[in-house]
Antibody, heavy 116, light 108 residues
Framework: EVQLVESGGGLVQPGGSLRLSCVTSGFSFSSYWMSWVRQAPGKGLEWVANIKEDGREKYYVDSVKGRFTISRDNAKNSLYLQMNSLRVEDTAVYFC?????????WGQGTLVTISS | EIVMTQSPATLSVSPGERATLSCRASQSVSSNLAWYQQKPGQAPRILIYGASTRAIGIPARFSGSGSGTEFTLTISSLQSEDFAVYYCQQYNNWPPWTFGQGTRVEIK
């Protein structure tokens, strides 16, 4: 059974930081591009960042460039998102997603709330 | 960036009826289009990729068609578990993945 389990969300003040983690099992993690996709409350889906199988290529949506960093540890089948300089508009559920061109596998998400 | 536009925003359908959802791309994405279903409080799940290929485990009542800029997701006979929000996503020019804003299918 494929599982992706996110953690690390929570309530943070504007300007703060959070590190999201996603532990995976049931598929060959090291063979998959991985992404973070977010969904603001009551809104649609927004791709945030992705990372190649070997971690050598990383891409970000413009709104998070310079603030967020995606990384992975293939030995631990884990994906991470370091989020700095958080803004109110970063409030969302963040999903960990496996797949290069589209989302084959999705976690249940972790809620990040940015508020003073 | 390619912009994906879905219509209608909300579709009211009776159980057993057919539902037809549309997705338009601002420029050609060839057949590099996926459809997802999302139920309240759940993660999206992949239904269709390559515009018309059903993902593993997806019932045959779901079908996708189209290429270029115009795409359609058809649910041939709506079941109670099909009432949800549906998103299209292009992957022809990525990154970024870009999603449509979603179509909510509700019970009429």
């Amino acid at each position: 059974e494929v599982q992706l389990v996110e953690s690390g969300g929570g309530l943070v003040q504007p300007g703060g930081s959070l590190r999201l983690s996603c532990v995976t099992s049931g598929f060959s993690f090291s063979s998959y591009w991985m992404s973070w996709v977010r969904q603001a409350p009551g809104k649609g889906l927004e791709w945030v960042a992705n990372i190649k199988e070997d971690g050598r290529e990383k891409y970000y949506v413009d709104s998070v460039k310079g603030r967020f960093t995606i990384s992975r540890d293939n030995a631990k089948n884990s994906l991470y998102l370091q989020m700095n300089s958080l803004r109110v508009e970063d409030t969302a559920v963040y999903f960990c997603v496996g797949g290069a061109r589209f989302g084959d596998y999705w976690g249940q998400g972790t809620l990040v709330t940015i508020s003073s | 960036e390619i912009v994906m536009t879905q219509s209608p925003a909300t579709l009211s359908v009776s159980p057993g009826e057919r539902a037809t959802l549309s997705c338009r791309a601002s420029q050609s994405v060839s057949s590099n289009l996926a459809w997802y279903q999302q139920k309240p409080g759940q993660a999206p799940r992949i239904l269709i990729y390559g515009a018309s290929t059903r993902a593993i485990g997806i019932p045959a009542r779901f079908s996708g068609s189209g290429s270029g800029t115009e795409f359609t997701l058809t649910i041939s006979s709506l079941q109670s578990e099909d009432f949800a929000v549906y998103y299209c996503q292009q992957y022809n020019n990525w990154p970024p993945w870009t999603f449509g804003q979603g179509t909510r299918v509700e019970i009429k």
